[in-house]
Nanobody
């Protein structure tokens, strides 16, 4: 499966963006999906995840209440709605997926087999 992340851009603090992760080659309706980000000079970190069923989500504490992960199986796409953005959210955002992931490992990058190329989000103050 190939993952294509898009939707990044430049926004001012307090603004919103919606990232998309479009899959091709295979349906991801039974995949656990996640979003990670890497800020300049920092390691890549977990942002949000959605279990295979789509009924359970997991968020990093830093984005809880501001970001929402969702999926549209008909479009074979996963989204990350980001609200109330602040400069600390500036990073390259990556989507990832795996058909075998379980909830307890959704924060673990090594649990994901497939990765998108990343999309840059820049938040100015």
């Amino acid at each position: 499966v190939q993952l294509q992340a898009s939707g990044g851009g430049s926004v001012q603090a307090g603004g919103s963006l919606r990232l998309s992760c479009a899959a091709s080659g295979r349906t991801i309706s039974n995949y656990g999906m996640g979003w990670f980000r890497q800020a300049p000079g920092k390691e890549r970190e977990f942002v949000a995840a959605l279990t295979r069923s789509g009924s359970i989500t997991n968020y990093a504490d830093s984005v809880k209440g501001r970001f929402t992960i969702s999926r549209d199986n008909a479009k074979n796409t996963v989204y990350l709605q980001m609200n109330s953005l602040n400069p600390e959210d500036t990073a390259v955002y990556f989507c990832a997926g795996d058909e075998g992931i379980i909830y307890s490992r959704t924060k673990n990058q090594l649990a994901y087999k497939y990765w998108g190329q990343g999309t840059l989000v820049t938040v100015s103050s």
